[in-house]
């Protein structure tokens, strides 16, 4: 597998945190609005070297998480917007064209400065 999105996370909105005690996690590119800010994990943009598939992984805070389905538009979303919405439950169907799923506990905490990477 080959990594072909790479960022760090840079800033942590106010209530960014409560979603993963949903099993989701929200990131957004810097620059975002404020009012969208606040419910997002925040990152430094980066190129997007290929497309987010079932079958590859999204390593955050140095754990693997398999990719169990992708959404129409995810990909896209993370190239243009740095927008992604992970949800935490291994389903087999995206919820949102925007969103993907993977198997793994959902992060307790995710650290200023974690790594986000997603490998194809």
């Given amino acids: 597998m080959k990594a072909i999105f790479q960022t760090t996370i840079s800033k942590i909105g106010e209530f960014a945190q409560d979603a993963l005690q949903e099993d989701m996690l929200i990131t957004f590119r810097e620059g975002a609005p404020q009012d969208i800010v606040d419910y997002c994990f925040i990152h430094q943009h980066s190129t997007t ?3 987010l598939t079932v079958g590859g992984e999204l390593e955050l805070a140095d754990i ?3 990719i169990t389905a992708v959404g129409e538009v995810a990909t896209q ?3 243009e917007l740095g927008h992604l ?3 935490f439950n291994g389903d087999r169907q995206a919820e ?3 969103s993907i799923h993977v198997t793994g ?3 307790g905490d995710i650290p200023l400065g974690s790594t986000l990477k997603f490998f194809a």
Avoid: D, K
């Fill in 49 to 51: 070297l290929g497309e």
């Fill in 64 to 66: 693997r998480y398999p």
């Fill in 77 to 79: 979303n993370l190239r």
């Fill in 85 to 87: 919405t992970v949800r």
């Fill in 96 to 98: 949102f064209p925007g």
């Fill in 105 to 107: 506990p959902t992060p």
